[in-house]
């Protein structure tokens, strides 16, 4: 390469693999070296897009000039492509789900291990400003302590594609949005999930999940509700958060929403009974006027560095992962626990790692 960036080779050049080129293009420390993809339409789209349409993946592995292997592929073949391409001295981001299975992502990082080479999962979602501003409300209890959070992702469009309808290739819901939504609240709450309940939806009648429901707790006291659905033609919010000192919404991803707080200058009034339905209720009539402070969602947490970024300088020996791998191992198994106690219809306990984040990171992220 004539510049300094470093150079990566898309595998996969799909719908990902495709705005990960228009990213990448973006970024003053990595670019585009070339991409590989089993169709030949693909090849071609990369071709006539500008970017080198490496013949094989071999041809790619094979060129000295590659330093990492971007890896876009449906799920099934992400762990042989990545554990190829670190065996054959290259660095790895790979699309997320990371893998299959806990198993095939151990795999992936002893092998990272062994070549001394940086594997890092393309966990995008947790620079999503949504859920840095729900970060932010939980760091500096906005609405007080936050007991419930609520996550949601609603469509109405059913599953999309063609793999992701195919359980062998690692279709499905809970794989596809789950692992955002489940990679977001680990990342944000520093405490172990001690239990888990769940149920997955075949409405569609596909062989995979078209969403699912999860009811985690975690030791910290908090309760979170996990929901993904491809079967809404109307849409819950995507956060509803309960704090011990008031509520939180927010509506969607532009940021339409807004907290309402506890006044702790009003005087406490009993609420004025009101007719609801056939009945009358004071437990459920709208809090006395002046009681409650309604106020616009604060600005989202900061994260260190953009994804790209902290990925150039985790392979320059400059920076600690952002996305860590012992952090993607602890979600794989906790999407584990969610298919368990889905097919079970149990309560599943004493599968969470949370302990092995701590102190030392796990194999596969040091920089050797
Ligand atoms: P896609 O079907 O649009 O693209 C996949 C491409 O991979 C296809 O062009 C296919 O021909 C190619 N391919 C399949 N097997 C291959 C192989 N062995 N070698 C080389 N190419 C191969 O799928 P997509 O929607 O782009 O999803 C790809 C990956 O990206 C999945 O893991 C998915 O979960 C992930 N993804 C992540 C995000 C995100 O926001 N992080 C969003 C969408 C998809």
């Not at 590659?66 to 065996?87: F, G």
């Not at 970060?135 to 007080?144: I, R």
């Not at 191992?329 to 790692?353: C, G, P, S, W, Y």
């Amino acid at each position: 390469m004539s510049s300094n960036k470093h150079s990566i080779v898309i595998v996969g050049y799909g719908g990902m693999g495709s705005y990960h080129a228009q990213l990448i293009g973006e970024n003053d420390h990595v670019e585009v070296a070339g991409t590989f993809d089993l169709l030949e339409d693909r090849r071609n789209a990369s071709a006539k897009a500008g970017y080198k349409a490496y013949a094989s993946y071999e041809e790619v592995l094979a060129d000295p000039a590659v330093e990492v292997v971007l890896i876009a592929t449906p799920n099934d073949v992400h762990k042989d492509i990545a554990v190829r391409a670190l065996k054959a001295g290259k660095h790895v981001i790979c699309e997320k789900p990371v893998a299959m299975s806990s198993e095939e992502l151990k795999e992936m990082m002893a092998a990272a291990d062994k070549a001394g080479r940086v594997l890092m999962v393309h966990q995008n979602r947790r620079w999503d400003e949504d859920f840095r501003v729900i970060k932010q409300m939980y760091e500096s209890e906005t609405v007080g302590s936050l007991f419930q959070i609520e996550s949601r992702v609603h469509g109405a469009n059913g599953i999309p594609g063609d793999w992701r309808h195919v359980k062998a290739q690692g279709g499905g819901m809970l794989l596809d949005w789950g692992v955002h939504l489940l990679d977001q609240l680990l990342f944000m709450i520093d405490s172990k999930v001690v239990s888990v309940s769940s149920n997955l939806s075949y409405i569609l009648g596909n062989d995979v999940d078209d969403g699912f429901e999860a009811i985690l707790l975690f030791e910290n006291g908090i309760k979170a509700i996990v929901e993904v659905g491809t079967t809404n033609f109307i849409t819950l919010p995507r956060w509803y958060v309960k704090g011990i000192e008031g509520s939180a919404i927010i509506e969607d991803w532009s940021l339409n929403g807004r907290i309402v707080t506890r006044n702790h200058a009003s005087e406490r009034r009993e609420p004025t009974p009101i007719r609801a339905g056939v009945g009358l209720t004071k437990t459920m009539a709208p809090p006395s006027e002046g009681s409650t402070i309604t106020a616009a969602l604060p600005p989202a947490a900061e994260l260190p560095d953009s994804f790209y970024n902290n990925f150039a300088a985790v392979i320059e020996g400059k920076a600690e992962p952002i996305v860590k791998n012992s952090e993607v191992l602890r979600v794989q198994n906790l999407i584990e626990a969610i298919f368990a106690a889905a097919e079970n219809n149990a309560v599943i306990k004493d599968f969470d790692t949370y302990e092995d984040l701590k102190p030392v990171q796990s194999i596969g992220e040091a920089v050797k």
